[in-house]
């Protein structure tokens, strides 16, 4: 794809709503000002709908590329699809949109998936589907991160409320935990999660769903991909220029955890 028809993909992408300031909760929970990013620890970003699981070895400027380009499409694809019953055209949108913005797809699955096991949480099922890509023992490593990430948002109101700024009444909770980490090449490498499930079992809504039921089916959305930084590194520029303001407002970079 020559990059006149990625700049031109990138100018018209649908613009993005946002809050003039972070809420009260925002603020207090997560000050604009944390402290300055350990790259030897993991950490996590927080998003409407979405947390990217950044392992030891991310350095903060990959993790500014990552969550611009997962927002700017998810507002797009949202905007162009925003029907539960649209799953499938909401996911091929966002996904060949991320290829657009340099990011190279290795592997991708979308169906419908049943997992026969009780007491299942968001993270639990992120594993389950990550393990269909990558293998067992790698997914593991990866859901360690996620787990921490899904307690810290928990516990901080800021954080639930930027995450679940899209909720809508009804059954289907739609939701992606991202595993990020950086391969032998310094290229950030992704499995991108884009599940819907039924949530009806929890009142306080995906964060706080835990299955009661014998098995539980959802509709997944898998990938596994690799940002080309080459590529990327030529349309940053516009996408940051054109996206300032949001991304102040809704992406916030949890504390690295322990």
């Known amino acids: 794809m020559l990059l006149e028809e990625r700049l031109e993909f990138i100018d018209s992408l649908e613009p993005m709503p946002i809050a003039r300031t972070r809420s009260a909760f925002q603020t207090q929970q997560f000050p604009t000002q944390n402290p300055p990013h350990d790259t030897n620890k993991s ?3 927080i998003m409407p709908d979405t947390m990217d699981a950044f392992l030891p070895g991310v350095p903060k400027n990959i993790i500014h590329d990552v969550n611009i380009c997962k927002l700017v499409m998810q507002n797009d694809a949202t905007k162009k699809f925003p029907k539960d019953e ?3 055209e909401w996911y091929k949108h966002y996904v060949d949109g991320l290829t657009k913005l340099g990011w190279v797809i290795q592997n991708r699955d979308l169906r419908d998936v049943t ?4 007491g299942l949480t968001m993270d639990q099922v992120a594993l389950e589907i990550a393990t269909g890509l990558i293998g067992p023992s790698a997914a593991i490593v990866l859901a360690n991160v996620a787990q921490k990430a899904v307690a810290a948002v928990q516990n901080n109101p800021g954080a639930i409320q930027l ?5 809508t009444l009804g059954a289907q909770a739609k939701f992606d935990i991202a595993p ?3 391969d032998t090449s310094g290229q950030p490498n992704m ?3 884009c599940i819907s499930l039924d949530a009806r079992e929890s009142t306080r ?19 596994r991909t690799y940002l080309d930084n080459k590529v990327f590194s030529r349309l940053s520029e516009t996408l940051y220029d054109k996206y300032t303001e949001a991304r102040k407002n809704l992406i916030i970079d949890l504390p690295d955890f322990e």
Do not use: D, H, P, Y
Request: no cysteine; proline share 0%.
């Open 43 to 45: 950490t996590a970003s």
């Open 86 to 88: 649209q799953l499938f």
């Open 115 to 118: 997992i026969r096991k009780t």
């Open 163 to 167: 995450f679940e700024r899209n909720k």
């Open 180 to 182: 990020v980490w950086i």
């Open 191 to 193: 499995i991108l999660n």
């Open 205 to 223: 809504g995906i964060l706080f769903w835990k299955s009661t039921k014998q098995s539980t089916t959802i509709k997944s959305g898998a990938v």
